[in-house]
């Protein structure tokens, strides 16, 4: 076995699995004002963006060959409320963001997420009605979500909600508008984790969850069968990808969904995962550019097509090294 071992080049060609910029997806935190950038404490090296700072960004990643970005909102607290209706503005952060980068780098992917929690102020991920989450009322507000964002130049709506019946009652609303092109990247198995903490500081959502949860729709994380059905479900409702979140502590789940139904499969990188490799390294505990890529070999190997991580642009410096 070690004669496929002994040298760099036949490690190369006997390789399985290969990591390019191309399998990149990179997520990115938009904020309001001009030239402003905030770091997010809880994951080092990420920042929040302003939407001019945003669109250089993108133009960074076209030259790196990240093929996407996907797009997060830092709400300000007073237009969130508890209905989440700033979600449904035409001229939210979000849609004004969509267009910015359109009318400057419009060869290049722009995902939006779609759920209502970084617009609500108990940072639930629908309407909350008598402390529980409503599931039909939910999906039509995030119906409107996905037009308004469709209508801003958004190429891909990604409702990361977890709502029965969404993806085909957001199908349908976009091909009622002739939005027939839009992409539906379904987050089909997004878990109830614990990795998702610093995500929601970049947000700015913790403090409105506070000690709620969110285990009424997300998945349990003991389940594994059950992400089968859901991915069965939203792919009969129209969903042209799907994605699993978190991503390495998942990889099982990725791997299964692949094999069952052979769709695109992505894996997102969560924050959790991203801060315990970075604050790892930061410490001399790690070494940075070994394991990231390592990570992103791992994912390749369970049969991600593609990754959404922070790390996207340091990976694609690495990988073009």
């Known amino acids: 076995m070690r004669r496929n071992r002994a040298d760099e080049w036949v490690r190369r060609l006997t390789r399985e699995s290969n990591v390019t910029p191309g399998d990149l997806i990179w997520p990115m935190f938009v904020q309001q004002g001009?030239?402003?950038?905030?770091?997010?404490?809880?994951?080092?090296?990420?920042?929040?963006?302003?939407?001019?700072?945003?669109?250089?960004?993108?133009?960074?990643?076209?030259?790196?060959?990240?093929?996407?970005?996907a797009i997060f909102p830092v709400t300000p607290q007073e237009l969130k409320s508890e209905d989440g209706?700033?979600?449904?503005?035409?001229?939210?952060?979000?849609?004004?963001?969509?267009?910015?980068?359109?009318?400057?780098?419009?060869?290049?992917?722009?995902?939006?997420?779609?759920?209502?929690?970084?617009?609500?102020?108990?940072?639930q991920d629908g309407i909350v009605r008598n402390g529980k989450v409503l599931n039909d009322e939910t999906v039509e507000v995030l119906c409107q979500q996905a037009f308004v964002q469709a209508q801003a130049g958004c190429d891909v709506i990604?409702?990361?909600?977890?709502?029965?019946?969404?993806?085909?009652?957001?199908?349908?609303?976009?091909?009622?508008?002739?939005?027939?092109?839009?992409?539906?990247?379904?987050?089909?198995?997004?878990?109830?984790?614990?990795?998702y903490g610093p995500f929601r500081d970049a947000v700015g959502s913790a403090q409105n969850l506070g000690t709620a949860d969110k285990r009424t729709y997300q998945m349990d994380p003991a389940n594994a069968d059950e992400a089968i059905r859901e991915v069965a479900l939203d792919v009969a409702e129209g969903a042209d990808m799907v994605m699993v979140k978190p991503g390495m502590p998942y990889l099982d789940i990725v791997r299964r969904v692949k094999d069952a139904f052979g769709l695109p499969t992505f894996a997102y990188q969560v924050s959790g995962e991203y801060a315990m490799l970075r604050g790892a390294a930061d410490r001399g505990w790690l070494d940075w550019e070994k394991v990231i890529v390592e990570s992103m070999l791992c994912f390749k190997r369970s049969g991600?097509?593609?990754?959404?991580?922070?790390?996207?642009?340091?990976?694609a410096r690495l990988l073009g090294a």
């Open 34 to 69: 001009a030239r402003a950038r905030t770091p997010v404490p809880s994951m080092p090296g990420v920042e929040r963006l302003s939407i001019d700072l945003i669109v250089e960004a993108v133009g960074e990643a076209k030259a790196l060959g990240i093929p996407a970005v």
């Open 85 to 123: 209706k700033e979600a449904t503005n035409s001229d939210n952060l979000v849609c004004r963001t969509v267009r910015a980068i359109k009318e400057k780098h419009d060869d290049i992917g722009v995902i939006c997420d779609v759920a209502l929690d970084p617009y609500t102020t108990h940072g």
């Open 158 to 195: 990604a409702p990361s909600d977890m709502m029965d019946g969404r993806i085909g009652a957001i199908r349908q609303a976009l091909d009622d508008e002739a939005l027939h092109d839009v992409s539906l990247l379904a987050y089909s198995a997004k878990y109830a984790s614990a990795f």
């Open 304 to 315: 991600a097509d593609g990754v959404l991580t922070y790390a996207a642009p340091q990976i």
